[in-house]
């Protein structure tokens, strides 16, 4: 049960996903500060009428900090020596972002004498998702925290999970969009060789979809693969970068991960004939049917 019900957040990352999410704070009556590291940052933001602030300390004046970024070197970016000299026993770090365990091993470690408790609470879903408030929480740290917090997370997250005390979130979400990633693949070369033996596409997704093969997701992108439009919820070049922590997590508990290998080439041909910036379900293409 929440034993505490914070209505202030300091925000780090105002992208694709971070905007919605914000929306949904502000509107759920959350007062959102957000990181403004220049001048179009601060635009981005105040068009929102969210408040900012200019440097990662100042941050400090929330008890709950929450960062969406990019990639592992962004996260640990935010370790500044100013940043965590502001942090008290008091203040919940919270990271929404997918990157590596060890990355954020790393930053646990470097939290750890300042006393502040660390969340580890990746999402699963897409922009569509976030701007819902119908995202999937996986949360992994102190149990507090994670109670702590469901004022915040219940704005976004329809469905919340606590799943361990260390880096066991950062593994599901690696472990999510393995699953994802292959389905992406896979579908491709299942659509292509039923149209190759004659059978339209609309008729075929609307038998998976009715079928033991039947998923969310799959029901989420039917329109788009019917059409052979992919609007860009999550982008080809972002599935580069998360099968790339998936595989050096692989390899550094000495898991052999062939398959994740294969998906991950599959990948990089796409990005390299200028998809980078599609949606990752534009590996099936347009339909030839």
């Not at 799959?218 to 329109?223: A, E, I, S, T, V």
Request: neutral net charge.
């Amino acid at each position: 049960m929440a034993t505490s019900a914070f209505r202030a957040v300091g925000w780090i990352g105002l992208g694709k996903m971070g905007l919605p999410i914000c929306r949904r704070l502000n509107a759920a009556g959350i007062q959102v500060t957000v990181l403004a590291r220049n001048e179009a940052s601060a635009a981005k933001a105040e068009a929102q009428r969210f408040a900012i602030c200019r440097g990662l300390e100042a941050l400090a004046a929330s008890d709950v900090i929450v960062s969406a970024v990019p990639d592992d070197a962004a996260l640990l970016g935010l370790m500044t020596d100013a940043f965590l000299a502001a942090l008290r026993p008091a203040h919940v770090v919270v990271d929404i972002s997918t990157v590596s365990p060890a990355a954020s091993a790393e930053v646990a470690r470097k939290l750890t004498p300042t006393g502040a408790r660390y969340l580890r609470v990746p999402v699963s879903g897409s922009t569509v998702h976030a701007a819902s408030g119908q995202l999937t929480a996986m949360a992994s740290g102190p149990r507090s925290a994670f109670d702590d917090m469901q004022s915040i997370l219940s704005a976004f997250c329809a469905k919340q999970f606590y799943v361990g005390a260390d880096e066991q979130a950062r593994y599901l979400k690696l472990a999510i969009n393995s699953i994802l990633a292959a389905n992406s693949a896979l579908l491709a070369e299942a659509l292509a060789i039923g149209e190759a033996g004659g059978l339209r596409r609309s008729d075929m997704l609307e038998v998976m979809t009715q079928s033991a093969i039947a998923t969310p997701l799959l029901g989420y992108k039917k329109d788009a693969l019917n059409k052979g439009e992919y609007p860009t919820a999550f982008s080809v070049s972002q599935m580069v970068k998360d099968l790339d922590l998936v595989l050096g997590a692989a390899r550094a508990d000495h898991i052999p991960v062939p398959l994740n290998a294969i998906v991950r080439q599959r990948f990089e041909q796409a990005y390299a004939d200028g998809l980078g910036e599609k949606d990752f379900f534009c590996l099936s293409g347009a339909s030839k049917s």
